[in-house]
């Protein structure tokens, strides 16, 4: 798992948002510091919440290699990193939902790029589903694809104020990586930070 200073593809974005360096950070959630001995092991779903993300359940995560060794180079040249993946199915679950967090206060936040990988070898099949809401629940995007003769595809979400995210696949399963966003506080919680500076200040002023 990385997290980098803004890449210049996501600058735009930024600019968009109004926020600024110093305010956001460009992170990328990868599996594979995750993984370890047996075919599928859970993580806790707040295992990511120092990036600012955290899960509603814990995380099926899996040796992409061992999951299908045949096809593992497809996988590797869309861009998935070696070697473990978020692995969904109907045994380990098809459905897991993520949110934007403050690592500290767990506060929402919410980010306006969101972008991650879905790969699964069973061509002509459901590939995934990605649902993008904002911090009220309504839904702001909704990307659904068809397993195609790659294997994968890169779903991206460009959308103000996006604050939570539903990934869905079908039975046969799919693996997710390098999930990508934009953290940046949530509007709410940029008031109520202001409000407590203020609060603060007021304070320091009487008992001077």
Known sequence: MTKT?????????LAASGATSAQ?????ATFDSMGGPGE?????????????LVFDRD???????????????????????DPYGMALTEQWGTVIEGRFVDP???????SDVLSM????????????VLEAYDIHGDL?????????TALGQVFTVNGTG???FRISVDSDGSVVDNIQFLSVPAPGAVALLGMAGLVSGAGRRRRA
């Open 117 to 128: 990988l879905f790969y699964d070898t069973n061509v002509g099949t459901n590939l995934g």
């Open 140 to 148: 702001i995007s909704r990307i659904s694809h068809v397993t195609p």
């Open 59 to 81: 995380i099926p995560v899996g040796d992409v290699f061992d999951l299908d060794t045949s096809k593992y180079s497809e996988f590797l040249e869309l861009g998935g990193t």
């Open 162 to 164: 996006i604050h939570s």
């Open 40 to 52: 599928i092991r859970f993580v806790d779903a707040e295992a990511y919440r120092s990036w600012g």
């Open 5 to 13: 200073r803004l890449a210049l593809w996501s600058m735009a974005a």
């Open 104 to 110: 500290v206060t767990l506060a929402p936040r919410t």
């Open 24 to 28: 956001a950070d460009l992170v990328r």
